[in-house]
């Protein structure tokens, strides 16, 4: 467990009430004194034992509290529990009372007199994705007359980073039977795929790349060229564009768990990559997930982006491109999306069917997706 568990600087003794509870004594004793009122010295002198005492006690207990937080961890998924304990000591006695304060709490919680050890379980949840700065926890040691608090901070801030959630991609039931089975359709290499062209012939390359049909027109002999694994891979770019107001941020987390979630998915096929707004450089999850923490992380903090995804990376790739967008492209980037094949949107498209539907974005395939999904199924 991580968490806050050295006291800061400490601010000091606030004893206002204490004060006036001396001053309201001395004046009795003076009272009794000036008029030879003796019923008033027991009660002056009560009073200037308690402002006295409660000061001495808060002080004494005060110095020697601190209160720490303890997180079970520091990433959590959006929506799911975080286990966080809260704990207030003393190490001169039994503390007078007072209040333990933390942000993760809906309410201050008692601490009642005479302990000196308190723990506090909590199980905070947080509703949307990023990084969250957890103010230190504190401790108000407190007479059980409030006449003297004394304040204790635990070191902080705490940092918790909430990652996006991830769901299934499920496919509607004339693209495929099941999501496994429409991903793999749509990445299913056709044939002749992989080629990328002609090179001369090298000594020792596999007779399976010659190409006999140059060879036969009098070309000479030549081999095929085939494309490198990982141009082939899937993209997945997010556009986080027109990501503005309430409703904006919610299609944004919208398109940041759909992005992720098809991540998870196509990593778990045989990889793929992801090009976040703004970056000129996709990032490579391999089939065995290696990288998907830090890519995970990477989406948790993804924040509205005026810049689209790069298009040099997008045009360079030469395999199936998921373009997850915050909002429904405009008239005006339309050549741009149907480079991608696959358009998902935050919600849908009014008046449009979709193919798939994952964590709240509806997916499209465009032409030469659908129709390689539909020769997949047959």
Do not use: N
């Not at 085939?226 to 107001?245: H, I, K, N, Y």
């Amino acid at each position: 467990m991580t968490g806050a568990r050295v006291r800061a600087a400490q601010p000091r003794l606030r004893a206002a009430p204490a004060l006036w509870c001396i001053a309201l004594g001395l004046a009795l004793i003076a009272l009794g004194g000036l008029f030879a009122a003796t019923p008033l010295y027991p009660g002056g002198v009560a009073f200037v034992l308690a402002g006295v005492g409660s000061c001495a006690w808060v002080m004494r207990a005060g110095a020697g509290a601190s209160v720490s937080r303890e997180l079970a961890s520091q990433r959590v998924i959006e929506g799911e529990p975080l286990r966080v304990r809260v704990q207030a000591r003393c190490s001169r006695g039994p503390l007078p009372g007072g209040e333990l304060r933390d942000p993760l709490l809906p309410r201050p919680v008692r601490v009642p007199p005479g302990h000196d050890h308190l723990g506090v379980p909590i199980e905070a949840r947080f509703a949307r994705r990023g990084l969250r700065v957890l103010a230190a926890p504190r401790l108000l040691v407190r007479d059980p007359l409030a006449l003297a608090t004394r304040p204790v901070l635990g070191t902080g801030p705490d940092r918790v980073l909430v990652l996006p959630r991830t769901e299934p991609v499920r496919w509607a039931a004339r693209a495929a039977s099941s999501a496994g089975s429409g991903l793999a359709a749509l990445l299913a290499p056709a044939a002749g795929s992989e080629l990328d062209g002609l090179r001369p012939y090298r000594e020792g390359a596999p007779a399976s790349r010659i190409h006999w049909q140059a060879l036969a027109r009098g070309s000479g002999l030549f081999e095929r060229q085939l494309r490198s694994e990982s141009e082939r891979r899937p993209l997945v770019a997010l556009d986080a564009r027109d990501a503005d107001g309430h409703e904006g941020l919610a299609a944004l987390d919208a398109a940041v768990r759909a992005a992720a979630s098809l991540c998870l998915a196509l990593g778990a096929i045989g990889g793929c990559a992801l090009l976040l707004p703004g970056e000129r450089r996709a990032r490579w999850l391999a089939a065995d997930l290696a990288g998907w923490p830090s890519l995970h992380a990477r989406l948790a903090l993804v924040q509205a982006c005026a810049a689209p995804p790069s298009a040099g990376v997008v045009a360079a790739h030469t395999g199936v491109v998921f373009q997850v967008c915050a909002r429904a492209p405009r008239a005006s980037r339309a050549a741009g999306v149907q480079r991608g094949r696959v358009l998902v949107v935050a919600g849908g498209i009014a008046g449009r069917a979709g193919d798939f539907e994952v964590s709240g974005c509806t997916g499209y395939l465009l032409d030469r997706a659908r129709r390689k999904v539909a020769r997949a199924a047959a």
